[in-house]
């Protein structure tokens, strides 16, 4: 592994002087405030290694890269019983669209569009004060990175509620069918909390260790989820992670993926590493330009891939 450091610091040199960078998400003021420029990346392999560049211990807001712990805890707590009010199909549709809850009633098509982590941090409130389960949601993340330096950023969380109408027409929309139980102020009081965890490459990547191994966390020794969980949640961010993105970025990386619209990506290659970027500039799909780039480029010189055969022990 002695080459990642290398390849990792020649990725971020090569973002460092990227001309089209993508537009940040304005619509959320404090997002609006950040930098293009930024860049960092953060590897974290299997035998333990990290291996960082560029601005890898910033923090930044994560966004809908949480809707990968939320469904991991949502999981814990109902098991497969969450599979009746959140489907597992990539929507082809943008990550806040209203339109295919119509024709569905009311049941989203994946847990990482806007409406499906809706549901899921409905079940998360399940017999729990908003309070409780946003803080079940920051203690996991702490635990799985390691670090108890990890926050939620209050401003964000105040201004995704401020600005967040078309969240609160989803949730409302749910409620009528019956898919969302609790108030929607309640429900959405965890997501917008859920969404404002404000971490760095190097501790987003550290948490999603338990993803590259098999559910364990490599720390702890513990078991977060079952290995066959584990791949289902990796297939969903393979299949859903950059929503009507996603196709063309397992087809350029070959990684499991989760995208937030602060910038970030958290990637998975199984058994091999969990990775991090960030770059807030976003795409047109609303996914981090120079992120989905930099581990194009990560992939193109490890080989790193779940398409890619490993050896049979």
């Avoid at 079952?226 to 970025?249: Q, T, V, W």
């Avoid at 795409?283 to 050896?311: H, I, M, Y």
Wanted: aromatic share 8%; hydrophobic share 45%; proline share 5%.
């Amino acid at each position: 592994m002695s080459d990642i450091a290398a390849i990792v610091a020649e990725i971020a040199a090569e973002m460092r002087e990227a001309t089209e960078r993508g537009q940040v998400a304005d619509y959320i003021p404090p997002l609006a405030c950040i930098s293009p420029d930024r860049f960092g990346m953060a590897v974290v392999t299997a035998q333990g290694e990290v291996f960082t560049a560029g601005d890898a211990e910033e923090p930044f807001s994560i966004q809908s890269i949480s809707k990968v712990f939320s469904l991991t805890l949502a999981l814990g707590a109902v098991g497969d019983a969450l599979w009746r009010r959140v489907g597992r199909e990539p929507s082809g549709s943008a990550f806040n669209s209203i339109v295919q809850l119509e024709s569905e009633h009311g049941i989203p098509r994946n847990p990482f569009i806007n409406a499906g982590a809706i549901v899921v941090a409905d079940v998360l409130l399940s017999g729990h004060e908003p309070r409780e389960a946003i803080g079940s949601i920051l203690h996991f993340v702490r635990a799985l990175a390691g670090d108890e330096s990890v926050i939620i950023d209050e401003r964000v969380a105040n201004a995704e509620r401020e600005t967040g109408f078309r969240n609160f027409a989803l949730a409302n929309y749910m409620r009528a069918f019956g898919n969302i139980r609790h108030p929607v102020e309640r429900t959405l009081g965890v997501y917008f909390h859920q969404c404002a965890l404000a971490m760095s490459c190097r501790q987003l990547a550290m948490a999603g260790r338990f993803l590259m191994h098999d559910g364990r966390n490599p720390a702890t020794g513990l078991s977060v989820v079952s290995p066959r969980r584990a791949r289902r949640i990796n297939a969903l961010m393979m299949l859903c992670g950059h929503y009507d993105n996603s196709g063309e970025f397992a087809f350029r990386t070959g990684l499991a993926g989760k995208s937030g619209v602060g910038g970030g990506i958290l990637a998975v290659a199984p058994g091999i590493a969990s990775i991090a970027v960030w770059s807030p500039g976003l795409n047109d799909k609303g996914n981090s330009q120079l992120g989905a780039l930099a581990l194009e480029r990560l992939t193109q010189r490890t080989g790193w891939s779940v398409f890619q055969p490993r050896p049979v022990a």
